[in-house]
């Protein structure tokens, strides 16, 4: 059974920092491409980063690249999203997803972002 667990949420004031961290199980994680993705409270689903297997590229969404990093280790099932720079928009719940943010996700782990 896949079971993904966030990690790393906080309140942080803007322009602060956290580390997000996703332990992964239940599949062979170096396989398969990892993602992140947040909802605001009633907004929708937003893709965040994409971290893929075999050729090892990462993907950003325009509203967090050059400020968000996402990696992996894959000796420890675990994938990373580094949030630098924070602002109150970035307030909102993360998760983390098996291939897609059409795939298995995780419970989830809120960032709050206020002054």
């Known amino acids: 059974e896949v079971h993904l667990v966030e990690s790393g949420g906080g309140s942080v004031q803007p322009g602060g920092s956290l580390t997000l961290s996703c332990l992964a199980s239940?599949?062979?994680?170096?396989?398969?491409?990892m993602v992140w993705a947040r909802q605001a409270p009633g907004k929708e689903l937003e893709w965040l980063s994409t971290?893929?297997?075999?050729?090892?590229?990462?993907f950003y969404a325009n509203s967090v690249k050059g400020r968000f990093t996402i990696s992996r280790d894959n000796a420890k099932n675990t994938v990373y999203l580094q949030l630098n720079s924070l602002k109150i928009e970035d307030t909102a719940m993360y998760y983390c997803?098996?291939?897609?943010?059409?795939?298995?996700r995780g419970q989830g782990t809120q960032v709050t972002v206020s002054s």
């Open positions: 239940g599949f062979p994680f170096s396989e398969h491409d």
């Open positions: 971290f893929t297997t075999g050729d090892s590229r990462t």
């Open positions: 997803f098996k291939d897609s943010i059409h795939g298995t």
